[in-house]
């Protein structure tokens, strides 16, 4: 149980596009989901969190409106890149919390590689 | 704020050996989750192992096992009869008791395994 899908695995757009990513909780209902921005060889920064039905809470330095967050129902959220350009070229990971009780941690999507040419 | 360290950006260690990956974390807290993440090169996170504060005794997940030092704010991840297989990025992680309460995640060591 507790299985994160996220989509798409990899997307190259070019600059000033916008690309949406989806990450999805299978098998368990996600009211919180997180996601995290992570650069080659360096750990995951944590960029938002997503409440199911509200407003996502963004993390100190990243921009509201380049990265527009939906958590529209209990098992998909969604991180959308406006206006892309290759500074945001990174590798976006999504987490939910699983419904194991609060000490399991969480489980994380399989992550997206984002690259802007 | 909460912070975790992980000292060791590279670990090394032989087929069939054991090695210790190290992890201080700061908190005023005096309960709270620890884990330990696997990132292998397919860079899907894995969860190693967890460990509640409250409890002292050490969690256990097969080669797996941690020293989970409460005063010295320590918890450190001995992985037993290494493989190919672990050779991974290894996250050391905290996480408060709240319900949608966020890891915080050290750095990251970079775990070789040779033959």
């Known amino acids: 149980g507790a299985v994160v899908s996220q989509h798409p695995s990899w997307v190259i757009c070019k600059s000033g596009t916008s690309v949406k990513i989806e990450c999805r909780s299978l098998?368990?209902?996600?009211?919180?989901m997180f996601w995290y921005r992570q650069f080659p060889k360096q750990s995951l920064m944590l960029m938002a969190t997503?409440?199911?039905?509200?407003?996502?809470?963004?993390e100190q330095g990243v921009e509201k409106d380049k990265f527009l967050i939906n958590h529209a129902s209990l098992t998909l959220s969604t991180l959308t890149v406006t206006s892309a350009h290759p500074e945001d070229s990174s590798f976006y990971i999504c987490?939910?919390?699983?419904?194991?009780?609060?000490?399991?941690?969480?489980?994380f999507g399989s992550g997206t590689r984002l690259t802007v040419v | 704020a909460q912070t975790v360290t992980q000292s060791q950006p590279e670990m090394s260690v032989q087929e069939a050996e054991t090695v210790t990956l190290s992890c201080t974390y700061d908190?005023?807290?005096?309960?709270?989750?620890l884990f330990w993440y696997k990132q292998p090169p397919s860079r899907q996170m894995i969860l190693v192992i967890r460990?509640?504060?409250?409890?002292?005794q050490n969690a256990t997940e097969n080669r797996f096992s941690v020293n989970f030092q409460k005063a010295a704010k320590s918890f450190s991840l001995k992985i037993s009869d290494s493989q190919l297989g672990d050779a991974a990025m290894y996250f050391c992680?905290?996480?408060?008791?709240?319900?949608?309460?966020?890891?915080?995640f050290g750095t990251g060591t970079r775990l070789q395994v040779t033959l």
């Open positions: 987490s939910a919390r699983g419904d194991r009780g609060l000490g399991y941690g969480y489980t």
């Open positions: 098998d368990f209902q996600a009211t919180t």
């Open positions: 997503s409440n199911e039905g509200s407003k996502a809470t963004y």
């Open positions: 908190t005023s807290e005096s309960d709270y989750y």
């Open positions: 460990q509640e504060a409250y409890k002292q």
């Open positions: 992680a905290y996480k408060p008791t709240g319900t949608a309460s966020k890891l915080t």
